[in-house]
């Protein structure tokens, strides 16, 4: 009798139709739980686990396999252990590997890369990048931010007045000519954990902020996992309702806006002055070192477009890859697009500056190619492995004695 269901972390091996059975693990490494789709019906971009099943049916007998786990990440197919060869393993990788290319599944052909400062915090020596433009933007009240961050609360530091508080992205002239903060504060930040999105007027009349602070913010987004971030703010909407719905900021995907800016204080009087120089991570100074990691950051000044409806542009159950110039998934090019190439971190927004450190200069910015934010969909450097058992790929067990 074929086995059709089994726990997806079974710990022991069994027989099926009386042969010795082991597992196909494969570990897609973006999140497949949207990837559910007919490949033979409609068009699709979302038929992932199908094209992988029919992949894997192609060459071997599949009798049974696991739901999605490890963050929906991993699957396991239950096949005849001598019907396993790490010859017919290395072709089924390679089957899969091209079906990233598939337009029937969301997938990615690179590692996304990021970098964060690697010195502790606390010892004078912090340390971040920023952009430093040829020319400033023109003035404005409107600004747009995407970014991706990773974080716990023991990547924050305490020096100075702004206790474990640091900036994302900061481009700060002064209080009273114009500043472009997003900030984000710990779990022991005065206030609580939670993000800020903030202009500093013109004319010298002080800030305003939009806020998100959804309840339990310390535990699900400084969590040591990547999450995505879009905020944007439009300084000179009308006097009216659409003013208090079109600032607002996103984590992964969902609006999570708690507090906006009020009818009465938009269109702001004046504009904001663009520094020359944008810092992302800190600022060069102790009173924001962090050592929180972030990646992929897409800023623009200036655009007015509201894209409440187009966040997919940006985050699409997941990582989305904007190419060199910041417009692949559909986007505008931006005055900023700070990203990882080869080990690196370069600009490729619309306007031209240098990427340098700033801080101190005995402190570390180390940049990664790798473990950065994922995808959603099948990913060109997925793997595939034979274990004993159905469970994560560093935890498995391979069988002995496959042949060649």
């Known amino acids: 009798m074929v086995t059709k269901n089994f726990t997806q972390f079974n710990k022991t091996n069994f027989e099926a139709e009386g042969v010795e059975t082991c597992y196909i693990v494969v570990d897609y490494l973006n999140d497949m739980s949207g990837e559910t789709s007919d490949p033979h019906g409609a068009t699709t971009t979302t038929a992932g686990l199908e094209l992988v099943r029919e992949a894997i049916g192609s060459r071997v007998n599949i009798l049974g396999q696991t739901a999605l786990y490890d963050n929906n990440s991993q699957q396991a197919f239950l096949v005849r252990k001598d019907a396993i060869s790490s010859t017919l393993l290395s072709e089924i990788q390679t089957d899969l590997r091209s079906l990233a290319s598939d337009t029937r599944t969301q997938g990615l052909s690179n590692f996304i890369g990021y970098w964060s ?86 004319s010298g009349s002080g800030g305003v902020a939009i806020t998100a602070q959804p309840a339990n913010f310390g535990s699900k987004y400084l969590d040591g996992n990547w999450h995505h971030l879009f905020t944007q703010f439009r300084g000179d909407s009308a006097e009216d309702a659409y003013s208090v719905a079109v600032n607002r900021i996103y984590l992964d995907g969902v609006d999570v806006t708690t507090s906006t800016i009020p009818e009465a204080s938009v269109p702001l009087p004046g504009n904001a002055e663009v520094s020359t120089r944008t810092s992302f991570m800190g600022d060069g100074t102790a009173a924001r070192e962090n050592t929180v990691d972030i990646a992929d950051v897409w800023v623009d000044f200036g655009r007015t477009t509201d894209f409440r409806d187009n966040i997919s542009y940006w985050y699409d159950s997941g990582h989305v890859d904007l190419g060199t110039t910041g417009t692949v998934g559909g986007s505008i090019q931006p005055t900023i697009w700070l990203h990882e190439v080869d080990g690196a971190v370069v600009q490729g927004g619309s306007r031209s500056g240098t990427v340098a450190l700033e801080g101190e200069s005995s402190g570390a910015v180390t940049v990664y190619e790798s473990d950065g934010p994922r995808g959603s969909g099948l990913h060109g450097n997925c793997t595939v492995t034979a274990s004993d058992f159905a469970t994560k790929t560093s935890d498995a067990v391979t069988p002995t004695n496959l042949p060649d």
């Not at 010195?119 to 991706?148: H, Q």
């Not at 640091?166 to 002239?173: H, I, M, P, Q, R």
């Open 117 to 202: 400062q690697t010195t502790a915090i606390g010892e004078s020596k912090f340390r971040n990048y920023k952009l430093t433009f040829d020319s400033a933007p023109s003035d404005t009240n409107n600004f747009t931010v995407s970014c991706w961050f990773r974080a716990t609360n023991s990547d924050f530091s305490e020096a100075g007045s702004a206790v474990y508080t640091t900036y994302l992205v900061s481009n700060f002239v002064g209080s009273g000519s114009g500043g472009f903060l997003v900030i984000l504060h710990g779990e022991d930040a005065g206030g609580g954990a939670r993000i800020q999105s903030q202009i500093y007027k013109g």
